[in-house]
């Protein structure tokens, strides 16, 4: 089975604080996102990145930034936390045709990082 | 531009009634269509999804859709909910079989009642 596995499930964090919320999956995906889900909101993208070193912004980055250094890791950076990114964050993963898969659009999701930013 | 508008943000049905959730889409190209559920504490699974092909689906826990290309609906059904079943449904589209284009709906939240 896929997996993705998020570090960390609750985190609450004072405002100004630096944030990392980790994830990896061992399916050797291309593609890795980062969501932010909000009530009557649903998901909005934050970065994806479709290789190593590589990122794309999505819907609203501001405020995020991301790393992937390696294949399999994907990092999403909280610079200086603000009480507006209160939030459950989502990471994902998925083929990419442009890896030799078949990228047929299906995500696969980690369980969720709930941040609180106090 | 693609959007997925997913009508009411709560359902709430009894025990063994129908389960339909629904949810539209607007796109200028055939689209693919997915429905996926996050059960409480949880991160987003795959239901099913509609990709070409026939436009009946079936997915997993006895639910299907049924892609109507003439209402732009991608509706979601089963014929006899379970408690277990109580979730939060999210439709979603992508226009070019690409998961770094999906867009997905706000969501609908079904409660079981006993």
């Known amino acids: 089975d896929v997996k993705v596995t998020q570090s960390s499930r609750y985190l609450v964090k004072r405002t100004g604080e630096k944030v990392f919320l980790e994830c990896v999956q061992d399916m050797d995906h291309e593609n890795m996102f980062w969501y932010r889900q909000d009530p009557g909101l649903g998901l909005r993208l934050i970065y994806f990145s479709y290789d190593v070193k590589m990122k794309e912004k999505g819907d609203i980055p501001e405020g995020y930034s991301v790393s992937r250094e390696k294949k399999e890791r994907f990092s999403l950076i909280l610079e200086s936390a603000s009480t507006n990114q209160t939030s459950m964050y989502l990471c994902?993963?998925?083929?990419?045709?442009f890896g030799g898969g078949a990228d047929t659009g299906e995500l696969f999701f980690g369980e969720g990082s709930r941040l609180t930013v106090l | 531009a693609q959007s997925v508008t997913q009508l009411g943000s709560h359902v709430s049905v009894s025990e063994g009634a129908l389960v339909l959730l629904r949810c539209n889409y607007s796109s200028s190209v055939p689209p693919y269509l997915f429905w996926y559920v996050q059960y409480p504490n949880q991160g987003l699974q795959l239901l099913l999804k509609?990709?070409?092909?026939?436009?009946l689906v079936k997915g997993i826990n006895g639910f299907e859709a049924e892609f109507k290309k003439s209402e732009t609906s991608f509706h979601l059904t089963k014929p006899s909910a379970h408690m277990s079943d109580a979730a939060e449904y999210f439709c979603?589209?992508?226009?070019?079989?690409?998961?770094?284009?999906?867009?997905f709906g706000s969501g609908t939240r079904l409660s079981i009642r006993p």
């Open positions: 509609y990709t070409t092909g026939a436009t």
């Open positions: 979603a589209v992508t226009l070019y079989s690409s998961a770094s284009k999906i867009i």
């Open positions: 994902a993963s998925s083929f990419s045709s």
